[in-house]
């Protein structure tokens, strides 16, 4: 079941995240606020943002990416999936029925 | 090694990591203060919750599971497993000292 | 690509996450607060910590170890590596192109 990894400005964060859900891409997602320092064109800078840690399904990943992706404000957003060894199974099936 | 991703309710997150670090099921457990949304009953809901990030071992991931279990609040806890594909030596040691 | 998971103490995370990145061992290093319960020298201990989640790449994921290492204030720092399962392709390339 992948878990996936999304940074986003924080006027962005909580409508993405809303829509994800809304739309059925993701059972849940986790919110973090955060400091991220990257470089970009040369320049070395340090930016609040928010990190989005989205449940989702094996067969919904690759719409969620596309979704993501559509409305992201960021050229080159951060989408990366990590996959868990294991789940309680309660909350796999939790997501299952969550996620269509 | 595994980490164990579990969130909480913010009235419960701090007793339920500080059982684990007691009772020797996690040498360390960071938490993170988030918001989340989900689907919940057919309504779209968010809330603060604290994502509880827990370092232990192979041997003692079952039994965290199940105490994890046992003391949530939750009827379906999110409760998932993440393995490392490297660790500084130094701290597999000192996790593999403090659970037992 | 992997994600690198570091945590350190409130005032000295902001110069560790600049510096993997102005030494381009990092393309981006997120800087996320939490409490972290742990035991040490057989006490169980509650502390403000930051995690740092550094994106990097397979060829200097061991220098940018060895660069934590050396800059970090603690005897037995937490360094782990995860790697994602997938990767907007985009991103690898920005990560690519900011490494070296």
Redesign the interface.
């Known amino acids: ?3 996936v ?1 999304v ?1 986003a400005p924080p006027d962005a964060a ?1 409508d993405l ?2 829509a994800l ?2 739309e ?1 891409l993701a ?13 970009w064109d040369g320049d ?1 800078h ?1 930016d609040e ?1 928010v ?1 989005l ?1 989205a ?1 989702t399904t094996d067969e919904r ?1 690759d719409d969620l ?1 596309s979704r993501v ?1 559509e409305l992201h404000p960021y ?14 199974d ?2 796999t099936s ?1 997501v299952e029925d ?1 996620v269509r």
């Not at 050229?75 to 309680?88: A, G, K």
């Open positions: 079941m992948p878990t990894y940074t909580a995240a809303r859900v809304e059925r059972a849940c997602v986790n919110r973090v606020p955060c400091q991220s320092v990257y470089r070395v340090d943002e990190i840690l449940k990943y990416v992706v050229d080159v957003p951060c989408i990366e999936r990590f996959d868990e060894s294991h789940v309680l309660a909350y939790w969550e």
